[in-house]
């Protein structure tokens, strides 16, 4: 995949709604995003570690936290992704796993690069 295809992708950062759905106040959204933003340094190697080696139980596990604060900050196509990550995983559909965790990761990474940019 190249460059160009995340730079066309809309922003996952929602940050009107995270900032609704955190009441509104700037300083805790920075904060919070703060917390995702270092929380999930190691997300992605580790969902893919679980995920190579077959652990699914553990993965949904991982993706089920970034769903849950996805959701709060308003990173709402994560959010969705999530969800059905995290249902793959539940059923072990393989071919299922392998393509939505790649869309994961290209979200997840884009995210964190915006939260970065933001907090700038």
Not at 20 to 27: A, E, F, Q
Not at 57 to 75: F, L, M, P, R
Not at 90 to 108: P, Q, S, V, Y
């Amino acid at each position: 995949e190249n460059k160009d295809d995340a730079a066309s992708e809309p922003e996952i950062l929602d940050r009107v709604a995270g900032l609704k759905s955190l009441g509104g106040n700037i300083d805790i959204y920075r904060q919070v995003l703060a917390e995702y933003f270092n929380e999930n340094q190691d997300t992605l190697d580790k969902l893919s570690r679980a995920i190579d080696e077959k652990r699914y139980a553990d993965a949904a596990q991982i993706v089920h936290k970034v769903k849950s604060s996805s959701g709060s900050i308003g990173a709402k196509s994560l959010y969705e992704l999530s969800i059905k990550l995290q249902k793959a995983l539940d059923d072990r559909t393989e071919d299922e796993i392998a393509h939505l965790h790649k869309g994961f990761n290209r979200k997840l990474k884009k995210l964190l690069d915006e939260i970065s940019k933001f907090q700038g």
